[in-house]
């Protein structure tokens, strides 16, 4: 399947992360990954196309609220979807629309973070992409509702370092043990 994640609006620039998470995983075992905050489907139908394409057993979660966030209510901000004003649904008709092609891969979970977490038991996930809200004390929720969910060896990553509340929260959470890879996106292995 050829990738179309470039015709999906939305914020996009770890494409090599997910290429390296899918590769590393061999084609014996079942693996689990979930991605927090998906959006309109950008970042979700890059990695499904990655996963379809390896034929490994690889199951993919996209947990997101699809509300937005304050800035999306806002007329005066760049990035303001009016149609949230009058359908709820909004976004997350668009997310299904948008990955439609590779919706035998995606499971949607249109859920809060943070009660999502309480869907998974402790290290049964092999990948978690943390990419929410981009606030301190929400990055740092994550951070703790999830990590634990990660197994031994698991792979736990985000982006939007620049966002001072992700730096501050990834680098108290894991007291600046992690990596970075061009000053915007985190992993840690566990």
Partial sequence: MIHF????????????????IVNS?????????VEIGSWKGRSSSYMAVEIHNSKKNIKF????????????????????EPELL????????????NTEPVKHIINPIRCESVKASELYDKESLDFILVDAAHD???????????????RP???IAGDDLPWEGVTRAVSEFFQNDY????NIVWIKQK
Avoid at 6 to 18: A, D, K, N, V
Avoid at 69 to 80: I, M
Wanted: aromatic share 22%; proline share 4%; net charge negative.
């Fill in 61 to 80: 979660d996209c947990i997101d609220t699809w509300r937005g966030s304050e800035e999306h209510y806002d007329p005066t901000n760049a990035v303001y």
């Fill in 5 to 20: 994640f470039q015709t999906i609006q939305g914020w996009f620039s770890y494409q090599y992360l997910y290429e390296h």
């Fill in 179 to 182: 990596l970075t890879t061009d």
């Fill in 86 to 97: 009058k359908n709820p649904d909004y976004l997350y008709n668009v997310f299904l629309k």
């Fill in 25 to 33: 995983c061999n084609d014996t075992d079942s693996y689990h990954f």
């Fill in 153 to 155: 060896g698991g792979i």
């Fill in 136 to 150: 301190y004390d929400n990055v740092l929720l994550d951070l703790q509702y999830w990590y634990p969910k990660l």
